[in-house]
């Protein structure tokens, strides 16, 4: 009997135990975020106040005025947007396309070694090798533009793409392509009718993970822009910090402007996301 009241108490508690911890990880990840849109309402004398304030005294919009009259964070804005949709668009284009063939031809004892060596362009460190980059892009002329940061961010991608890629394409039979292959259609046009609509989810999620890897870079941004005309958004936020003052209301509305774009994109996708996070877990 004891037993039972004892099983039956756990099992009371568990959903409570869940709920908490539910709580705690909101907390832990909504806190800093309510902070943030806190301080970008608050006036600059109200961010230095003593004790910090829970909400704003008096809500202003000031810091994001400043932002898009003063500080040119439309330009920032609109560049990073451009850049993300350039090289993550030519990322899974290549990406893709290189995937499907690690995916489906096999290449004896050359295949694991052209997966790894694809994987280890993505393990050098990126100081190592900016300079040859700027070098190369400063030959070309694209020293402040948008091609130079597109290829980057493309090779910084590609390997990403290539070996998330792989796992979804290895989980479409083999036989679909056949059966369309039969029929008179090629490689290319079952590769584009069959097993891209079927990988639409893993698609998703590769691309959703890549734009924002590739919107919150800042290293090669920094090197590789100087003015509005290509600087990203990071490197427009970057700027707000002086050398005698930093403007911590107008850092916190750039933060706000800057996870809109990212949320619009996640919530016209969400209904594949799931399921691409997934899709290649399991074999």
Do not use: C
């Not at 997966?115 to 190592?128: D, E, G, H, Y």
């Amino acid at each position: 009997m004891h037993l039972s009241k004892s099983k039956s108490h756990r099992h009371s508690s568990w959903p409570v135990f869940r709920l908490l911890l539910l709580v705690s990880a909101l907390g832990l990840t909504l806190v800093p975020v309510y902070w943030m849109i806190n301080t970008s309402l608050k006036t600059q004398v109200e961010v230095f106040a003593s004790p910090p304030t829970l909400y704003p005294q008096k809500a202003v919009l000031e810091n994001y005025v400043s932002l898009f009259t003063r500080r040119n964070l439309g330009a920032y804005l609109l560049n990073s947007v451009i850049i993300v949709a350039g090289s993550v668009s030519l990322a899974m284009a290549m990406g893709s396309l290189a995937a499907y063939a690690l995916a489906r031809f096999h290449l004896g004892h050359l295949q694991e070694r052209i997966s790894f060596w694809v994987l280890a362009t993505r393990m050098i460190p990126p100081v190592a090798i900016v300079v040859p980059i700027f070098l190369m892009l400063q030959y070309l002329g694209f020293i402040n533009k948008y091609p130079g940061l597109i290829l980057v961010y493309t090779a910084m991608n590609l390997p990403f793409v290539v070996w998330m890629m792989r796992s979804f394409f290895q989980e479409i039979p083999v036989d679909l392509e056949e059966a369309a292959m039969v029929d008179g259609a090629t490689r290319l046009r079952s590769f584009w009718d069959i097993v891209l609509p079927l990988a639409a989810p893993g698609l998703v999620a590769t691309a959703i993970f890549s734009v924002i890897v590739t919107y919150n870079e800042f290293f090669f941004a920094l090197i590789l822009t100087s003015t509005p005309a290509a600087a990203t958004l990071p490197v427009g936020t970057a700027a707000l910090i002086g050398k005698t003052q930093t403007l911590f209301g107008e850092m916190a509305a750039a933060g706000v402007v800057a996870t809109i774009p990212l949320i619009a994109f996640a919530l016209l996708v969400q209904r594949h996301l799931v399921r691409g996070l997934t899709m290649g877990a399991v074999k």
